[in-house]
């Protein structure tokens, strides 16, 4: 069985500000997204939009509060 590797929250963060890393939101509701989205976070429907044209070693942190 895979297991999807967890990393930490400073982690991430600096994986995003390098643009190592995408960071999505995993609520597929725009208003939760609104209420709860963090700092450089796309929404699910942002992320599906792009997703086409992405990397294929582009790393994807989804997250959910």
Do not use: N, W
Request: charged residues 30%; proline residues 6%; hydrophobic residues 35%.
């Amino acid at each position: 069985m895979d297991v999807t590797p967890r990393i930490d929250p400073q982690e991430v963060q600096s994986r995003i500000q390098t643009g190592e890393a995408l960071l999505v939101c995993a609520y597929d509701d725009e208003e939760k997204f609104r209420a709860l989205h963090l700092e450089k976070a796309l929404s699910r429907h942002q992320f599906q939009e792009i997703q086409p044209s992405l990397p294929k070693d582009k790393e994807i942190v989804f997250y959910c509060a």
